[in-house]
């Protein structure tokens, strides 16, 4: 498997997804993964995988061979720097900015036949392309049967694999970029996905929502597109994580990155209009994003930022802990493929909002859902859930049973499913 | 005797309009007039018009001997005659013949009896003087919304004065024993019970149109065999069913209405049957024995229970929160707020909140205005919150008119107090203005009675 992101070093729902499903796939006998991921740091989970650090993996691949015979997993780290959610345009600003405070985000400590300079990596595309190299390498090293690519930026690695070594090659769609961009497509990121997929033998969806984006904005033949949906771990401990509420107000919580495709701004405006009827009440925004300033500015113009917080990006722990305390969560996504992130609010017995516009719809029954747009309904649900009090307690009750009932096994099956059709 | 008893009921409910939180205390209108006028006429064209016109030919056809009953609840009267004023007339045609029966419910299609007498007894009265105002017949016989039924309901419907009860044959009530006789109420059996023989009512009403259905299709030759199918002593077939049945539930081109054109014949031709009204059947048959309905049965979905109305929290929140208004609402003496209760009191409304509809299949989305139950509880508890808020000031507006009028009093005997002490204090001069003097304070106590009286 090629993936961009493993926790806990990841920025959004992908790298959940892509541990979730290699756990999910762990129990299945006879199936081995070997788990490629541009940069590994060595705190992540070893329980089921045990995972090479940089200093360890200098890309000697017959070192990494013989650890792959061992483990279910092997885990090769390629140093990298790079977001997967930030868009080239962003990167390079972000590049920039950190080379003018002197800083320098790119380590080059790899050892191995590749020449990553002090300059890889300062590029995407470049980044990728050689992040596609070292998969061709892998490829010819290792003995496999079928490739899987999550996200586009790993699709250029799985075709050079597919090229090197003649394997089936199956490309997870997490998300499009129609999803990232609301509508304003990167051409050249347009491109990857849309040649991932063209040559990929086999596409999975996350959701009926992206099977169709896939198949109508991508042109692809709909028998090669199969949805499998995400699922979500079971919940940590989470009487530890049990926040003391400081106060009687209840809470409205949005988590996730802000920016345009979450419908950050949808969230603001129904919070004004709960918070004109009501004011035992309080709204947090969790995250950061593109679009955290413009949102600040605006609850300040609204006067409501006595009632609105901002916490910045929040993860791991901190999120159960922000879901510990929250009344509502809600997610206004106006592009979603999937979304895990209501799953974790109901496991933690959260009554969760969730916008038509998300795959996640697709199979959730107890959670209120809405037109992304729909602020009227948005504020209604909210109001809803917080005053009528039998509505909260139908959608812990069920919502919990009913997240419960989405295993990461069964996603894994069907996965697993789909690599035979290739491996008999 | 062997006969067949048809029932049909009709009902539409008034439809709330998209009512959010921030109208309540702001909007009291709650009724979405475009989907209930459009619904009612479409209904009106597809089924009732033509279902009536069709009954009307079959009962002159057969001079009488076809005949059937209807229960046609006050919402849906109300309807007809803002809507479809037509629809009105063309029952009131039917009542003309003399063969149609029309039974007693409640105004609302409402689940009072689930709450008591008081407000349920309310209802049926009010409905049988809407029945009697258009239909001029008395009703004699009751049928429950949505044939809800229970010892205890039974007994209330029978100090209410009705002789006979429609209620369904559910299969855990009746055990071995057969729909197809005429029961009784298990605390009074004064109460004559009819029920329904769901499997052949169902068979018309939910299977005509099933491709699926082994018997499909249905034709009135194989209907009528099944009829005679049953045992020789059993004695009648009661076939209760929505009259939306025919034209909305099962399409005009299923050919319903030609299967129900021909039936009559088909009886005739073919079996010992006649065709009775309810009461004809309560009146004529001999009861074989009690029915025990300890818990409430009703007509709905397999359990045959409450769960479709009453089987989740938000259902029982917003029952509870409804009935728990209904002293204050008559308190008020406002007619608006009097017909807005009725209206939050029609059973579909809580339909909507099933969560049932999840597992238990199409029936229960089909008829949803809402796209989740969710979507349904909130839309009502916002206009609950606002109608609650209405009362509160009605109530309020009540007390008050009062302390203005009790204050008017005092005002006048004060007055007259002054002037009668005036001329006490002008005819004895001088010794006297001691004694007013004195008797200040007791004035004053005076008014404090008559204050407490009044």
């Known amino acids: 498997m090629f993936g961009w992101e493993f926790p806990p070093h990841i920025s959004g729902g ?179 996905e849309k040649m991932g997929m063209h040559l990929a033998d086999k596409i999975i969806a996350v959701s009926n929502l992206t099977r169709k984006t896939v198949i109508e904005k991508y042109g692809i033949d709909p028998d090669k597109v199969e949805t499998v949906y995400n699922a979500v771990d079971p919940l940590p401990d989470h009487e530890k994580l049990k926040l003391k509420r400081g106060i009687n107000d209840k809470v409205v919580t949005f988590l996730g990155r802000i920016t345009l495709q979450k419908g950050p701004e949808y969230f603001v405006q129904a919070a004004h209009k709960v918070l004109q009827k009501m004011d035992n009440v309080r709204f947090v925004m969790a995250g950061s994003g593109e679009l955290l300033e413009k949102m600040i500015h605006w609850t300040a113009s609204l006067g409501i930022s006595d009632r609105f917080h901002f916490t910045g990006f929040l993860k791991g722990d901190d999120v159960f802990r922000m879901f510990s305390i929250s009344d509502v969560y809600v997610m206004p996504s106006v592009s979603e493929p999937f979304g895990i992130s209501p799953l974790e609010a109901m496991q933690s017995n959260v009554p969760s909002i969730i916008s038509y516009q998300s795959g996640v719809a697709e199979i959730l029954k107890h959670a209120f859902k809405v037109d992304f747009w729909d602020v009227d309904a948005l504020a209604d649900a909210i109001y809803g859930i917080l005053n009528y009090p039998s509505l909260a307690r139908m959608f812990k009750k069920y919502g919990v049973q009913e997240v419960n009932d989405m295993k990461w096994e069964n996603s894994g099956k069907k996965v697993y499913d789909i690599y035979r059709e290739f491996v008999k | 005797m062997r006969t067949i008893c048809f029932y049909f009921q009709v009902h539409q409910p008034f439809r709330f309009r998209r009512y959010r939180f921030f109208d309540i205390g702001n909007d009291h209108y709650y009724y979405d007039d475009y989907s209930n006028e459009s619904i009612l006429q479409k209904v009106a064209q597809k089924c009732y018009l033509p279902a009536n016109s069709l009954m009307l030919n079959l009962i002159r056809k057969y001079d009488g001997r076809f005949r059937i009953a209807f229960s046609i609840s006050g919402i849906a009267m109300e309807q007809f005659r803002l809507y479809a004023p037509e629809v009105l007339e063309s029952f009131r045609e039917l009542a003309g013949t003399g063969h149609v029966e029309f039974l007693s419910e409640t105004y609302a299609h409402s689940l009072s009896s689930l709450k008591g007498k008081e407000e349920f007894s309310r209802q049926v009265n009010q409905h049988s003087k809407l029945i009697k105002e258009y239909f001029g017949q008395e009703p004699q016989v009751f049928r429950n919304t949505e044939l809800v039924y229970s010892n205890e309901i039974g007994a209330m419907v029978t100090e209410m004065g009705f002789k006979a ?173 009097i017909q807005d209760f009725a209206y939050l009191q029609v059973s579909d409304h809580f339909y909507y909140m099933s969560t049932k509809f999840f597992s238990d299949g199409e029936v229960h989305s089909y008829f949803n205005p809402y796209h989740t139950p969710y979507d349904a509880f909130i839309n009502y508890m916002n206009i609950l919150s606002d109608f609650e808020i209405q009362v509160n000031a009605a109530v309020q507006a009540d007390v008050d008119v009062d302390i203005v009028r009790l204050s008017k009093i005092i005002r006048e005997k004060d007055e007259q107090l002054a002037k009668l002490e005036k001329r006490l204090a002008d005819k004895r001069p001088d010794p006297a203005n001691k004694r007013v003097a004195s008797r200040k304070p007791s004035t004053k106590k005076n008014r404090g009675t008559k204050k407490g009286r009044s």
């Open chain 1, 14 to 192: 992908l790298g959940t997804a892509c541990y979730g499903l290699t756990r999910g796939m762990a129990s299945i006998s006879g199936l081995e993964i070997l788990f490629v991921v541009p940069k590994a740091y060595g705190d992540e989970d070893q329980s089921r995988v045990r995972l090479l650090g940089a200093g360890d993996v200098s890309l000697d691949i017959r070192k990494v061979k013989e650890h792959q015979y061992l483990q279910d997993l092997s885990y090769i780290e390629i140093h990298s720097n790079l977001l997967p959610y930030t868009s080239p345009e962003e990167y390079e600003e972000l590049v920039n900015k950190a080379e003018h405070q002197g800083e320098r985000l790119v380590h080059t400590s790899m050892g191995g036949k590749l020449s990553f300079t002090g300059k890889y990596g300062k590029n995407l595309y470049e980044e990728i392309a050689n992040y596609a190299v070292v998969a061709g390498e892998v490829a010819l090293k290792y003995d496999f049967d079928i490739i899987h690519s999550h996200d586009w930026l790993t699709y250029p690695a799985g075709i050079a694999a597919k090229r090197a070594s003649g394997k089936p090659l199956v490309i997870h769609v997490h998300a499009t970029d129609f999803d990232r961009s609301g509508g304003k497509v990167n051409p050249t990121v347009f491109e990857i």
């Open chain 2, 165 to 337: 009860m429609l209620t369904e044959g559910a299969k855990h009530v009746l055990g071995w024993k057969s729909p197809n006789y005429l029961y009784c109420n298990a605390i009074n059996p004064a109460l004559k019970l009819l029920l329904k023989n769901f499997k052949l009512s169902d068979d018309i009403a939910f299977r005509f149109s099933n491709q699926s259905w082994s018997e499909y299709p249905l034709t009135t030759e194989k209907f009528v065999e099944w009829l005679n199918q049953t045992p020789d002593n059993e004695e009648v077939i009661n076939l209760f069913m929505d009259y939306e049945t025919f034209g909305e539930h099962q399409w005009k081109e299923t050919g319903i209405f030609d299967f129900m054109e021909a039936l009559p014949g088909t009886v005739f031709r073919n079996s010992p049957f006649t065709f009775s009204t309810p009461s004809e059947v309560a009146e004529n048959l001999q009861v074989v024995s009690a029915v025990d309905v300890p818990h409430p049965i009703s007509w709905a979905d397999e359990e045959r229970d409450l769960t479709a109305w009453l089987g989740n929290e938000m259902q029982h929140e917003a029952f509870e929160k409804l009935y728990a208004l209904t002293e204050k609402v008559y308190k008020s003496g406002d007619d608006a707020i």
